[in-house]
């Protein structure tokens, strides 16, 4: 007898239907699995087999034939140990099963060897699956269970081992954890502990990253040692919008994929902020493999980047950043696959002017050569500096900046500001797309210059030798500089002010 139970599976952050197929028959004690499943699918029999045996049910002894389809995709992850242990509870006839839950119903969850369920990873996409497809809903693990009930609108069957998945299959019934799902808040969290107010100087690095949170803008930070670059990064979290209900889903989703939720953090509620080493290989940045998995570039996705001594990583991943700097998205294509992963993030990155670092301070503190500090700096290629933004150079505190006590800004009065700036574009492109992604077409409709600011502009473009795409930047940057002033036109102070941000190139 055949038995057919409906899992969902995923390739890339693609999830795609995949049928249990249980074949019991008579013959020699033989357990297969066959469907072009990896190596966590093929030991699952084990798991399947002690689960059973330890939770009271008769084991057949029988030829035991498991089939993955459509068997020609791959097929990873310990969530097929559910579906499969429901095939051969179902296949054995141990208990009265109802047809239709089979028919109506996904199950994903890892077996443990006692037979109660553990958590596994995907289940987002899973239950977002069931919903596209029409079903009625999933059947997952009790510790999936706050990313599970992230999907609306489906049946969320929350089980704890393999006698309440026969009840839920006898009996239809299961426990809805409203309770949970009240207590279960989607907070806006922003970043707390690291202020700008405990910030001392360092302004124009201050208004870049503001700028930078206001419409989605990338940002070089060049300055010596112990300035601060590190320091006003990481606070770059404490001044973005809090993540909306969708982002949050989106964002669970690859991080569920990822393996990288846990049951004390079980939904990503804060902005990403990655910060890989330089020493990091490309597939771990950029992402695919053997088996297509995320990179950093995509678990920043709605978050920050922050590449600390960008002129050491290596020359052909940072080459690899172009698309998705400019594209939002990054298209891996190998000899067995391609996959589309979303890297819509903001890239901070920060280095030093020379390889002593010393080349911006006053005095003869510098020991490189003109040569060897332009060889330092030519690391980033021309490419990579046009997609960059906002370029500032920073140097350390004088003695007086670090002695003052001048009140300073805290982080919550220049996020309101930034929320201002964001809704100005929400109304505007009415999207989700931020100044950083404008069109030619939206630059043209939004980003109009006056006779004034476009003499300015041809100056700009004359003197620093300045790249059509190097142009559309300045010109995005001016728009929200105009936005934060809650400006509807770019006046000339907007259209300097972003100019000054080019002038680290020349």
Known sequence: MIVKVK??????????????????????????????????????????????RNSGYEIFTGRITVNLTPASIKKMGTHFDLPIAVGLLCGQKLFNYKDEILKDYLFMGELSLNGDLKRTDGIVNGAILAKELGYKGIVIPYDNRKEGILIKG???????????????????RFKKFEEEKENLKLENKVEDELDFFQVKGQEKAKRALEICAGGGHNLLMVGTPGCGKTMLAKRIMSILPPLEEKEQIELTKLYSIA????EKEPIITKRPFRSPHHTSSGVAIIGGGRNPTLGEITLANRG??????????KKDILENLREPLEERKISITR?????????????ISACNPCKCGMYFEPGSLCTCSPSEVSKYMKKLSG???????????????????????????????????????REIQKKRFKSEKLNS??????????????????????????????????????????????????????????????????????
């Open 335 to 347: 000899a067995g696959y391609r996959v589309e992963f979303p890297c819509d993030f903001i890239m």
């Open 437 to 506: 992604s404008m069109s030619r077409s939206d630059l043209e409709k939004y980003a109009r210059l006056n006779d004034e600011t476009k003499n300015i502009m041809k100056n700009a473009i004359k003197n620093l030798n300045l790249s059509a795409r190097a142009f559309d930047r300045i010109l995005k940057v001016a728009r929200t500089i105009a936005d934060l002033e809650e400006s509807k036109n770019i006046e000339k102070s907007h259209l300097l002010e972003a100019i000054s941000y080019r002038i680290v190139e020349k």
């Open 154 to 172: 489906i049946d969320i069957v929350i089980v704890k081992n393999l006698k309440e998945v026969e009840e839920f299959l006898t009996t239809g």
């Open 304 to 313: 920050v980047l922050f590449l600390d001594e960008i002129v050491e990583f």
């Open 7 to 52: 899992s969902g599976s995923y390739f890339g952050i693609e999830p795609f239907l995949v049928e249990v197929e249980v074949d019991i028959s008579k013959g020699l004690p033989v357990f297969n699995i066959v469907g072009l499943g990896d190596t966590t699918v093929i030991e699952s029999k084990e798991r399947i087999r002690i689960g059973l």
């Open 259 to 262: 393996g990288k939720l846990s």
């Open 383 to 421: 490419p990579i500096l046009d997609r960059i933004d906002l370029k500032i150079e920073m140097v350390r505190l004088t003695e007086e900046e670090l002695l003052e006590d001048s009140p300073r800004e805290h982080s919550k009065d220049i996020r309101e500001r930034v929320i201002k700036a």
